[in-house]
T-cell receptor, first 112, second 113 residues
Framework: EAAVTQSPRNKVAVTGGKVTLSCNQT?????MYWYRQDTGHGLRLIHY???????EKGDIPDGYKASRPSQENFSLILELATPSQTSVYFC???????????FGSGTRLLVI | GDSVTQTEGQVALSEEDFLTIHCNYS??????LFWYVQYPGEGPQLLFR?????EKGSSRGFEATYDKGTTSFHLRKASVQESDSAVYYC????????????FGKGTLLTVTP
């Protein structure tokens, strides 16, 4: 079954440390996305990608980098984590041809 | 770009109550409209979508009708159950080379027995 898998499910990081969140999709979708979800803000787009090797800034990219080394994998990188980046992060993959947009189960990040 | 406005905050109902979550969109042309549901500890999952005026989407007893005239896609269910407690997101996509959905801020539905 096609899916979007995120790892880790939970992460505790220290302020100033580097954090990498990983996402793998088996949907064969060209597009992938990273969102964060906070109470009162809903889903906010951080970075997205149209295909391997491409990354684009979303609505709130500051403090985050992204990497898309292959069709299947899309990573979100926090070079210098801060407590304000404590949140739940969701990866998604999408295909406009069939209006498909599938989310992973999320990564809960706590920065202390 | 697109924008989506939905019932904000929380909706609290009792089992067997009628549910309406309002969703209004602003977009050019005929966007595809979506409803997503997110259960605790999970990612959002597609409930249904619609892409033409007057088209009705439905799933699990929920339904919404695409209304171009009022730019709305309101979510309704005749009789909610405790298991329907979740966050509901309305979203739109207007086409173009950037396939990105525009999401509303979400509505938390809490159903008590």
């Amino acid at each position: 079954e096609a899916a979007v898998t995120q790892s880790p499910r939970n992460k505790v990081a220290v302020t100033g440390g580097k954090v990498t969140l990983s996402c793998n999709q088996t949907n064969n979708h060209n597009n992938m996305y990273w969102y964060r979800q906070d109470t009162g803000h809903g889903l906010r787009l951080i970075h997205y990608s149209y295909g391997a090797g491409s990354t684009e800034k979303g609505d709130i990219p500051d403090g985050y980098k992204a990497s898309r080394p292959s069709q299947e994998n899309f990573s979100l990188i926090l070079e210098l984590a801060t407590p304000s980046q404590t949140s739940v992060y969701f990866c998604a993959s999408g295909d406009s041809a069939n209006s498909d947009y599938t989310f992973g189960s999320g990564t809960r990040l706590l920065v202390i | 770009g697109d924008s989506v406005t939905q019932t904000e905050g929380q909706v609290a109902l009792s089992e067997e109550d009628f549910l309406t979550i309002h969703c209004n969109y602003s977009a050019s042309g005929y966007p595809t409209l979506f409803w997503y549901v997110q259960y605790p500890g999970e990612g959002p999952q597609l409930l249904f979508r619609a892409s033409r005026d007057k088209e009705k989407g439905s799933s699990r007893g929920f339904e919404a009708t695409y209304d171009k005239g009022t730019t709305s896609f309101h979510l309704r269910k005749a009789s909610v159950q405790e298991s329907d407690s979740a966050v509901y997101y309305c979203a739109s996509y207007s086409g173009g080379s950037n396939y990105k959905l525009t999401f509303g801020k979400g509505t938390l539905l809490t159903v008590t027995p």
